[in-house]
């Protein structure tokens, strides 16, 4: 079945160590997503790539980078991990095309920082 | 700017009521409007959609009507089970080609008892 894969499910890392999250599509989609969710609360999106086309949300930290070197990948890299980036992270894609709006989600990578 | 108001949570309901989750939007246009699902430690999951006014999403047993005049996008399911215990987001995304942003409610946790 065509989906999303993000890998890990879990990570745990240390305060000020760089982590990397990957999400991989077979929706052979155009536009790729990066969410951060914290408990109780509804996803906030990070950035998100149109093909190789990036855009930031403003208010997403330095501390937050992404790369995608295909159209099947797409990387989330923290920089330096503080105790207030222990979230859900979530990606998703969608094709950009009129009436083709619907964003699928991936499982999600629950990052744990000590 | 875009924006969506669910109903507060959380909602806890005996197995095989009736189920209301209100969602209304303020919005330019004619947004795609979505409900999403997630369980406890997963992604969102679409559970239906409309694209446009009048249209009915379904999926599952549950319902959602896209009603311009009142800017709402209500879901109902007429016999919930123990599994739709999750939480629910209502979202639209942007009216314009190429902003495929979405916009969400704070979501609504449901507790099926049996």
């Known amino acids: 079945d065509a989906m999303v894969i993000q890998n890990p499910r879990y990570q745990v890392t240390q305060f000020g160590k760089p982590v990397t999250l990957s999400c991989s599509q077979t929706?052979?989609?155009?536009?790729m997503y990066w969410y951060q969710q914290k408990s109780s609360q509804a996803p906030k999106l990070l950035f998100h790539?149109?093909?190789?086309?990036?855009?930031n949300e403003a208010d997403t930290p330095d501390n937050f980078q992404s790369r995608r070197p295909n159209t099947s990948f797409c990387f989330l890299d923290i920089r330096s991990p503080g105790l207030g980036d222990a979230a859900m992270y979530l990606c998703a894609t969608s094709r950009r095309a009129r009436g083709e709006e619907t964003q699928y989600f991936g499982p999600g990578t629950r990052l744990l920082v000590l | 700017g875009d924006s969506v108001t669910q109903m507060e949570g959380p909602v806890t309901l005996s197995e095989e009521a009736f189920l209301t989750i209100n969602c209304t939007y303020t919005?330019?246009?004619?947004?795609?409007l979505f409900w999403y699902v997630q369980y406890p430690g997963e992604g969102l999951q679409l559970l239906l959609k409309?694209?446009?006014?009048?249209d009915k999403g379904s999926n599952k047993g549950f319902e959602a009507t896209y009603r311009k005049e009142t800017t709402s996008f209500h879901l109902e399911k007429g016999s919930v089970q123990v599994s739709d215990s999750a939480v629910y987001f209502c979202a639209l995304s942007g009216v314009n080609f190429g902003n495929e942003k979405l916009t969400f409610g704070t979501g609504t946790r449901l507790t099926i008892i049996p």
């Open positions: 409309a694209t446009k006014a009048d």
């Open positions: 929706l052979n989609h155009n536009v």
């Open positions: 919005a330019t246009g004619y947004p795609s």
């Open positions: 790539y149109y093909d190789k086309d990036f855009n």
